[in-house]
């Protein structure tokens, strides 16, 4: 659960970072879905490896 949580944390600070950029440039962001998905794979992926290290 704790990686679940991280991930999703880690997906939040993204979309805000993006947010942020847009509103400063004042335009529009698009990401396409084919470079959506792996992101949040990455972001999970990252979670779970920061979990992994935490419990040893």
Same mark, same amino acid.
């Given at each position: #659960?704790?990686?679940?949580?991280?991930?999703? @944390?880690? /997906? /939040? #600070?993204? &979309?805000?970072?993006?947010? @942020?950029?847009?509103?400063?440039?004042?335009?529009? &962001?698009?990401?396409?879905?084919?470079?959506? /998905?792996?992101?949040?794979? @990455?972001?999970?992926?990252?979670?779970?490896?920061?979990?992994?290290?935490?419990?040893?």
């Amino acid at each position: #659960m704790e990686t679940f949580g991280r991930g999703c @944390l880690y /997906i /939040i #600070m993204g &979309i805000g970072v993006l947010l @942020l950029l847009a509103i400063v440039t004042q335009s529009h &962001i698009n990401i396409p879905i084919f470079i959506a /998905i792996p992101l949040v794979i @990455l972001a999970f992926y990252i979670a779970k490896k920061k979990s992994d290290k935490k419990n040893e």
